[in-house]
């Protein structure tokens, strides 16, 4: 099954409980809908973590946190998935989220610099925030559609293959 490959990857949720900055959640963070290994609960907490990453908010690790905590999806793998987003990653995904933006927008790109950095960014901000914007959420949206049905397939590809294998061993060990 998938939950073992994936299981040995993921924190212990007693760990959590230790933990003296998450103590005060106690019971809430618990729950053993948070920490269930299933085919529904495993792609809902892709879903989520890939589209709260395309979300260009601080601290995504907490609201990806708090919205698997609400909506009972698998907390690991939910904040987890954020990091898709990470220093490296996000020059190229956000520049990507705003050609898709402008795009979408029919407007005129805006010239990068030879070496665009923060400084640039903060600068232009008031020009390509918008098409910026509509680039991100359509990323949320469609990353979040693509992770849940990615791992309700490979799942299910490996429960079929599972099950293949075992009545292939059947079948030779009885004959």
Same mark, same amino acid.
């Given at each position: 099954?998938?939950?073992?490959?994936?299981?040995?990857?993921?924190?212990d949720? %007693?760990?959590?409980?230790?933990?003296?900055?998450?103590?005060?959640?106690?019971?809430?963070?618990?729950?053993?809908?948070?920490?269930?290994?299933?085919?529904? %609960?495993a %792609?809902?907490? &892709? #879903? =989520?973590?890939?589209?709260?990453?395309?979300?260009? &908010?601080?601290m995504?690790?907490?609201? #990806?946190?708090? !919205?698997?905590? /609400? !909506?009972?999806?698998?907390?690991?793998?939910?904040?987890?998935? /954020?990091? &898709?987003?990470?220093?490296?990653?996000?020059?190229?995904?956000?520049?990507? #989220?705003?050609?898709?933006?402008?795009?979408?927008? #029919?407007?005129?790109?805006?010239?990068?610099?030879?070496?665009?950095?923060?400084?640039?960014?903060?600068?232009?901000?008031?020009?390509?925030?918008?098409? !910026?914007?509509?680039? =991100?959420?359509?990323?949320?949206?469609? %990353?979040? /559609?693509?992770?849940?049905?990615?791992?309700? !397939?490979?799942?299910?590809?490996?429960? /079929?293959?599972?099950?293949?294998?075992?009545?292939?061993?059947?079948?030779?060990?009885?004959?």
């Amino acid at each position: 099954m998938p939950r073992k490959l994936i299981r040995r990857w993921l924190p212990d949720n %007693s760990r959590f409980h230790e933990h003296p900055h998450l103590r005060r959640l106690g019971h809430r963070l618990l729950a053993p809908d948070l920490w269930h290994l299933n085919r529904r %609960s495993a %792609s809902a907490g &892709v #879903a =989520l973590g890939l589209a709260v990453a395309f979300v260009p &908010v601080p601290m995504q690790m907490l609201v #990806a946190g708090a !919205l698997a905590m /609400v !909506l009972r999806v698998n907390l690991p793998l939910a904040v987890a998935m /954020v990091w &898709v987003t990470n220093p490296l990653t996000v020059p190229a995904l956000y520049w990507l #989220a705003y050609e898709a933006g402008a795009w979408l927008l #029919a407007r005129r790109r805006v010239e990068l610099a030879a070496m665009p950095g923060f400084t640039w960014f903060v600068e232009a901000l008031g020009e390509i925030w918008e098409p !910026l914007l509509l680039g =991100l959420l359509v990323f949320a949206a469609g %990353s979040g /559609v693509l992770g849940y049905v990615a791992v309700l !397939l490979l799942w299910r590809l490996h429960v /079929v293959r599972a099950w293949e294998d075992r009545r292939r061993r059947r079948a030779t060990a009885g004959a």
